[in-house]
């Protein structure tokens, strides 16, 4: 069931990015691994993930204690708070929810005791919705630039979340909307984290560079 879900969820990714114009190698599939069993982790790193993605710290301890090290690149995809940065820091080798300067200050306290350099996204909640975490789009450019002054931290995108709806389509203007924000910046560089499950294929299409998939790839 696994290979066979992974096996769609790929095909689906290179289709996507035929119908824009973009090589498949450009979008990197973040397996979302919350509430999954380490066994089915370990059975999608054999299949060729390489990248997971885990919501909350306290269940990504056990997860990566059960791999080695550089076995897979372990991403932290849910929101992050200050007085979990230093476990944060010794777990994830990619921060998708940096959304203040506090939490970069402190991500970068953490990262400079470990002499460790760390890449970070800026989480940006472009739909305004109260029940998501994110700087708005107006806090992102000083963020990003307070980011950028911080040796220990490597700015290396924005991330964020459209709201649930059943038709895809309907998500589209919230990636978008990340994309141009990226425009804005003057930072062509910057990596696009969007798009999950029910809405992957639009966000490829705007411009997404890591997708994060869990139900798509996990469930029957």
């Not at 990504?60 to 791999?67: C, G």
């Not at 919705?129 to 990003?144: D, I, Q, R, V």
Request: charged share 25%; glycine share 6%; aromatic share 4%.
């Amino acid at each position: 069931m696994l290979s066979e879900n992974l096996a769609r969820v790929r095909a689906r990714i290179r289709q996507a990015c035929h119908r824009c114009g973009r090589d498949p190698a450009s979008v990197t599939l973040v397996c979302v691994t919350k509430g999954i069993a380490i066994e089915a982790i370990q059975e999608a790193v054999s299949l060729g993930v390489t990248d997971l993605g885990e919501n909350r710290v306290q269940e990504a301890k056990p997860k990566r204690a059960a791999f080695a090290a550089g076995e897979a690149r372990w991403h932290l995809i849910g929101h992050l708070q200050r007085n979990k940065a230093k476990d944060a820091i010794g777990l994830f080798g990619v921060i998708h929810s940096l959304d203040s300067v506090a939490l970069a200050e402190e991500l970068e306290r953490q990262a400079a005791k470990r002499q460790q350099i760390l890449d970070a996204l800026v989480q940006v909640n472009v739909s305004g919705e109260a029940t998501k975490f994110g700087c708005t789009p107006a806090e992102a450019p000083s963020l990003a630039q307070a980011i950028g002054r911080l040796p220990h931290l490597r700015l290396m995108g924005l991330m964020t979340m459209a709201p649930f709806v059943e038709n895809p389509e309907h998500a589209r203007p919230y990636f978008r909307r990340l994309r141009l924000l990226r425009e804005e910046l003057l930072r062509s560089s910057l990596l696009l984290s969007m798009g999950m499950s029910n809405d992957f294929e639009v966000a490829i299409e705007e411009g997404a560079d890591f997708v994060r998939i869990g139900s798509a790839i996990f469930k029957p």
